[in-house]
């Protein structure tokens, strides 16, 4: 929904290694959202962005850092990736409206060994 | 730590039957909440919004909001199976700079042929 694209699907990765996941939107929307989906947890909010250059933490921020350069894309940076980063990452995108409904996109699901 | 809670399940509902599912929160000052459903390793799916207390259809499908209980509930009538997935119960965060929705663990839904 909302044309969201994430990319890769699906990734598996080493300790300590860096790793970039990428949303894109066509939509246009003001606001995008990192989430990660673990079993136990549910979804948990990582970082957020409320427009170009404009981002800030979530609930489990650690260890991740974003970049927003543009409307239409929001990285999550793993700096050094560690096993506990495993996970399924979805990022969503919301308008700048008063409704607050918040449209994800595919996930990716990321495997740090 | 502003929480939502759900039954995990599994609910088990009979085909044709009602079934509702229920959410409390704990962030007193959260305005929108969210039913979003989600098929097994599939991206969550906005199914309901709702903002003031009481009742909002939509289709088959009835949210239920009760602030002062801090209570929110969904009614799927006439069920079917395609209705089998898993529910999340979302809450606009609240407070200053807050952005983003805080889910609860979800509410496996089964629907018996």
């Known amino acids: 929904d909302a044309g969201i694209t994430q990319s890769p699907r699906h990734k598996v990765t080493e300790t300590g290694t860096p790793v970039t996941l990428r949303c894109h939107q066509t939509?246009?929307?003001?606001?995008m959202y990192w989430y990660r989906q673990d079993p136990g947890h549910g979804l948990r909010l990582i970082h957020y962005?409320?427009?170009?250059?404009?981002?800030d933490k979530g609930e489990v921020s650690d260890g991740y850092s974003v970049s927003r350069s543009k409307t239409e894309d929001f990285l999550l940076t793993l700096e050094s990736a560690t096993s506990s980063q495993t996970s399924v990452y979805f990022c969503?995108?919301?308008?700048?409206?008063?409704?607050?409904?918040?449209?994800f996109g595919p996930g990716t699901r990321l495997t740090v060994l | 730590q502003k929480e939502v809670e759900q039954n995990s399940g599994p609910l088990s509902v009979p085909e044709g039957a009602i079934a509702s599912l229920n959410c409390t929160y704990s962030?007193?000052?959260?305005?929108?909440f969210f039913w979003y459903r989600q098929y097994s390793g599939k991206s969550p799916e906005l199914i309901m919004s709702?903002?003031?207390?009481g009742d909002k259809e939509d289709g088959r499908f009835t949210a239920q909001l009760n602030k002062a209980s801090q209570y929110v509930s969904l009614l799927i009538r006439d069920s079917q199976p395609s209705d089998s997935a898993t529910y999340l119960c979302?809450?606009?965060?609240?407070?200053?700079?807050?952005?983003?929705?805080?889910f609860g663990k979800g509410t496996h839904l089964i629907i018996q042929p």
């Open positions: 969503a995108t919301r308008t700048s409206g008063g409704t607050n409904e918040q449209f």
């Open positions: 939509e246009n929307h003001r606001y």
């Open positions: 962005s409320y427009g170009v250059k404009d981002t």
């Open positions: 962030d007193r000052g959260s305005q929108s």
């Open positions: 709702i903002y003031s207390n």
């Open positions: 979302a809450v606009k965060r609240s407070g200053g700079g807050a952005d983003g929705l805080t």
